[in-house]
């Protein structure tokens, strides 16, 4: 939703972008880093106005948003002025427009729970999980309890214990924050930030549309070529809101861009790599449906049935068991690249198959007397690199 409001020369620009918290059931959202919620300020200098530092004059302005909160926009790239990055120490001048965005901070009445999470990489400043397949990322309505942010609470409050009984500062300026989210049933890996410095700096990375994400997605099909872009403006479907479908309009809708490849082909599904030029709410799912290769088991656009295959009862027993061996959409997020906010440098994440996955694509390959990738047979592990060069 989007409104907007004058304020004292103050313009109000709340963006909402679609979330959890849109949906009936919220396990049906996600795969976007988009559904961070950013407030917007822009304000045009009255002529006026003495000079003063930008964020002296943001906090005069905006008495809701604390100093600290500025500071640390200011040195993600968050505050603009004229539509040029601008640091703190800029002094405004009459006739400047001074805009800014920041992620909301993340809700204080969530409580901690001993949910099983399994942590990637974990510095001062962030730490990466590589979330199970049916694990819902945070609460909403119809999942209060046992989501991952329950579980990073936990976490968070057993690392403030550690730092207090060592005698450390620092311990309560931790908290996790969400700079995007992936769906229940997707797996793969998830960035959290451990402090509002680095929450503004990685929250500007996906704002921008700067990390590097890869995901892996079975397909229903034989797609008809080795490498494609799928581009299509998403909206909600006009007859199911916890829907989403591409737009006939091209003014309707977000603009949205999926590259793939393919990895390996097994003539009745396709394993294919997937890299997000945009992040939108569902965009692997709904661009592939729209080119009618709905993803694998995905039951909440039809891809739980049998699409492409001989009517054979051979066929459908092998069919059947694949489903049981995957009872959810066919998709990970495989890889996670970001610019870390202290180090000055670019760390990537790769993240295994998980074993539903593994087993499935191991099972097709069999069947279908294809050999199997080299990865589907090493053992699973995350890998990170640390990039050397700024």
């Known amino acids: 939703m989007r409104h907007t409001q004058r304020v004292d020369e103050v313009e109000v620009v709340s963006v ?7 949906a009936l059931d919220t396990e049906e959202f996600g795969e976007s880093d988009e559904i961070q919620i950013y407030e917007h300020h822009r304000i045009r200098v009255d002529p006026k106005q003495e000079m003063m530092r930008v964020d002296l004059f943001l906090a005069n302005r905006i008495r809701t948003i604390s100093r600290s909160r500025i500071k640390n926009a200011a040195m993600a790239g968050f505050i603009r002025v004229n539509d040029q990055p601008a640091k703190v120490s800029y002094k405004v001048k009459p006739g400047d427009v001074v805009s800014i965005a920041m992620p909301y ?3 204080p009445d969530l409580k901690p729970e001993p949910v099983p999470i399994e942590i990637a990489y974990e510095d001062d400043d962030l730490l990466v999980v590589n979330k199970q397949a049916g694990l819902v990322v945070h609460p909403g309505v119809g999942n209060y309890n046992g989501t991952l942010v329950n579980g990073l609470l936990q976490h968070f409050q057993t690392l403030k214990e550690k730092i207090a009984a060592k005698g450390l500062p620092g311990g309560d300026e931790m908290r996790p924050g969400l700079v995007h989210r992936i769906d229940k049933d997707t ?7 451990k402090n509002e410095l680095a929450y503004a700096f990685l929250a500007k990375q ?19 070529d080795d490498r494609g872009t799928i581009t299509g403006n998403i909206m909600r479907s006009p007859s199911d809101r916890k829907r989403f479908v591409v737009s006939d309009d091209p003014k309707q809708g977000k603009h949205a861009v999926t590259h793939y490849r393919v990895l390996q082909r097994f003539g009745v599904c396709t394993l294919v790599e997937c890299k997000l030029e945009t992040g939108r709410t569902h965009q692997i799912r709904v661009h592939f449906k729209h080119i009618g290769h709905t993803l694998f088991s995905d039951k909440f656009y039809g891809g739980n049935r049998l699409l492409r295959g001989k009517p054979s009862k051979a066929f459908q027993r092998f069919m059947q068991e694949c489903f049981d061996l995957l009872s959810r959409q066919a998709l ?19 993240s295994p198959l998980p074993d539903d996955m593994r087993k499935l694509l191991l099972r097709m390959s069999e069947f279908m007397n294809v050999p199997p990738m080299p990865e589907l047979l090493e053992p699973p592990k995350v890998e990170v690199h640390i ?3 700024r």
């Open 332 to 350: 990970h997020a495989k890889t996670l690249g970001f610019h870390h906010p202290t180090l000055d440098r670019r760390i990537y994440l790769t």
């Open 105 to 107: 901070p993340q809700s």
């Open 206 to 224: 996906f704002f921008d549309h700067t990390t590097d994400r890869v995901y892996y997605a079975i397909v229903w099909g034989n797609l008809a």
């Open 187 to 193: 797996s793969g890996l998830l960035v959290v930030a």
């Open 16 to 22: 909402e972008n679609t979330g959890p918290e849109d």
């Open 387 to 389: 990039d050397k060069n």
